[in-house]
């Protein structure tokens, strides 16, 4: 199949390979152009890990090139990135094609169905809630990929089309999704926010330092438990909701092979094993600007409407906003063009399924 992918950082990138490596056409669009600079000049994409080989997979010079290319269009940005990809793309989506959003963040999905029935237009529009890759981008031609995951939990909207989203996703990455029915179960199953919290709250001064580290390694046992603390709001959420998501220890398990252990234990399982990750050598990353803001605010406010307040979530945004001079609940640009305040639960219960129609 043909996938045009908007984003060209370390995940847009280990998905390209893994996709090129699975027999699949990846184009690349990079919005500012300048991570795809040495590929548009013919440099092969080199990806190491859990995925070798040198690829070579097309670049597009703007949105409109990239959609008209593509069968799939797969969003692999950072949350503080979708509202642009939407509004980049939406002008150019027609009948037939199929967006995925890895991985989904503050009801995006919406926004851009929204924006697709003004135009008369009705796609299947998949939501993950993670990655199928983890991975760290060594230069503009250069991915290490950290792992593949067994498990990727999606949903699609409208869900008339869950059948067809689920088929394209298995066609492109094989059998390793579950399918949970709902946007909202989606954006409960997505854990890198409150895990990104923990780890960059209690490691900081590492970030800001520029140091190297290990995350694996500094998921120490009291990181650990505020990180199955930070679960235990999550899962309470979803259950007020009659919801189904995975356990930070299913996490961990399925995406990064070590037993079920506590999540200190796992996480020194996975360092050990080569495969715990590198932690964030710079203040500046979206385990804060990307996830507290457009993670760990989407989870509250679904908190707040299921009558069950996730106030260590809340508590992180509020230390982080100190930390940083600034006003985290204020920066979800997705969640105020869809004025999600402004719903009720049944609205979003319902939106979440259906999505937007036509007028």
Request: glycine share 10%; net charge neutral.
């Amino acid at each position: 199949m043909r996938v045009g992918i908007v984003g060209a950082g370390s995940i847009a990138f280990g998905t390209a390979c893994l996709l090129e490596q699975m027999g699949h056409e990846a184009m690349l669009w990079s919005p500012s152009g300048e991570r795809t600079k040495a590929l548009a000049k013919g440099e092969a994409l080199t990806a190491t890990g859990a995925v070798e080989g040198t690829f070579h997979p097309k670049v597009a010079a703007n949105a409109q090139e990239l959609v008209a290319a593509a069968e799939v269009v797969f969003i692999a940005l950072p949350g503080y990135g979708h509202k642009f990809a939407f509004d980049a793309i939406s002008p150019f989506i027609r009948e037939g094609q199929t967006v995925v959003i890895s991985s989904h963040a503050s009801f995006g999905a919406l926004y851009l169905g929204r924006a697709l029935a003004k135009r008369g237009i009705v796609v299947p529009i998949v939501a993950w809630g993670t990655t199928v890759v983890t991975g760290r981008q060594k230069g503009q031609a250069e991915v290490n990929v950290n792992t593949v995951r067994k498990k990727v939990d999606l949903s699609t909207v409208p869900a008339s089309a869950s059948a067809h989203g689920l088929d394209i996703c298995q066609k492109l990455f094989g059998d390793r999704f579950v399918d949970r029915g709902s946007l909202i179960a989606i954006a409960l199953s997505n854990l890198n926010p409150q895990n990104h919290m923990g780890i960059a709250l209690c490691n900081l001064t590492r970030m800001e330092r520029g140091e190297s580290w290990s995350q694996g390694q500094n998921v120490t046992p009291k990181v650990g438990a505020l990180l199955e603390a930070l679960d235990e709001e999550r899962l309470a959420i979803a259950k007020a909701l009659g919801l189904d998501v995975r356990t930070i220890f299913q996490h961990f398990h399925l995406s990064f092979h070590v037993p079920v252990s506590s999540i200190s234990q796992m996480n020194q399982e996975m360092h050990a094993a080569g495969n715990g990750g590198s932690g964030p050598t710079t203040a500046d990353s979206r385990y804060v600007l990307e996830d507290v803001p457009f993670g760990l605010v989407a989870t509250v406010k679904l908190g707040r409407l299921a009558g069950k307040p996730a106030e260590l979530h809340e508590s992180g945004i509020r230390i982080f906003s100190a930390l940083y001079g600034r006003d985290f609940f204020a920066e979800n640009d997705l969640l105020a063009a869809l004025d999600l305040d402004s719903l009720s639960l049944a609205d979003i219960v319902a939106l979440s399924k259906e999505g937007y129609r036509p007028a």
